[in-house]
């Protein structure tokens, strides 16, 4: 079934001899439980992309629709409260709140968005993230790989539709890469969340369902593996 769908979808820079068309008429459509790698080299538009799906950039022109919205037509309130429900973000810098522990930056989006946070499932997230006993911790007293567990910890405590992730292992080693890129697969598996990832790496890209190819704005390549 299908859970997201990209149609002509551009952004434009600038204008006249300044222009630069980051993204240029790409369509795609991805189903539910995919993971999809999306790969290009530095400037291909990756970004971009993946933040125009997530409602963070608006188009220049083309649509976005997950689980059949059109997320550009609703207006900048309703389309933060899609985002924030609908949406995990997942970032290579981790973009904690250094006030907050662990588990208060975890359920950050549940208390924005006013809702009672469901213990049994709190308590499930940080076993498989593997920072139950780190809960009260501040982000600067934890490593890069447990900080980046944190933000994944954010990105799924509202079980959105769709999980977006950028570069997620670009600051962390290998061990810490593996580990994180586990924890996605194994998320995408146990919560049947659909998972879009940038990643330079190939051979994380190789364990994807499919790798969408970019360069200069437009998907070269899209094979299923």
């Known amino acids: 079934m299908e859970i997201l769908r990209v149609e002509n979808l551009s952004k434009?820079?600038?204008?006249?001899?300044?222009k630069v068309k980051?993204?240029?008429?790409?369509?795609?459509?991805?189903?539910?439980?995919?993971?999809?790698a999306v790969v290009g080299a530095s400037g291909s538009g990756k970004s971009t992309l993946l933040h125009m799906i997530g409602g963070v950039d608006r188009p220049t022109s083309g649509r976005v629709l997950i689980e059949g919205t059109?997320?550009?037509?609703?207006?900048?309130t309703k389309l933060a409260i899609f985002r924030r429900r609908q949406v995990g973000l997942i970032y290579q810098f981790y973009n904690l709140l250094?006030?907050?522990?662990?588990?208060?930056?975890?359920?950050l989006p549940l208390l924005l968005d006013q809702k009672k946070v469901e213990k049994d499932f709190l308590n499930e997230l940080?076993?498989?993230?593997?920072?139950?006993?780190r809960i009260n911790h501040l982000p600067n007293e934890l490593s890069g790989g447990e900080q980046q567990r944190v933000s994944i910890g954010r990105a799924l405590i509202n079980r959105p539709a769709l999980v977006l992730a950028d570069e997620p292992t670009g600051n962390l080693d290998s061990k810490n890469s593996e580990e994180i890129v586990d924890l996605l697969k194994?998320?995408?598996r146990r919560y049947h969340q659909t998972l879009?990832?940038?990643?330079?790496?190939?051979?994380?890209?190789?364990q994807a369902d499919r790798i969408i190819t970019l360069a200069d704005g437009q998907i070269i390549k899209d094979e299923v593996i």
């Open 22 to 36: 980051a993204v240029e008429d790409v369509s795609f459509s991805v189903n539910r439980g995919e993971f999809v």
């Open 196 to 206: 879009i990832m940038i990643t330079h790496a190939h051979e994380i890209a190789l």
């Open 126 to 133: 940080l076993a498989t993230l593997n920072m139950t006993g």
């Open 98 to 107: 250094p006030i907050l522990n662990v588990e208060e930056n975890i359920t």
């Open 186 to 188: 194994l998320s995408n």
């Open 12 to 18: 434009i820079y600038g204008s006249g001899a300044t």
């Open 70 to 76: 059109d997320i550009y037509n609703l207006n900048e």
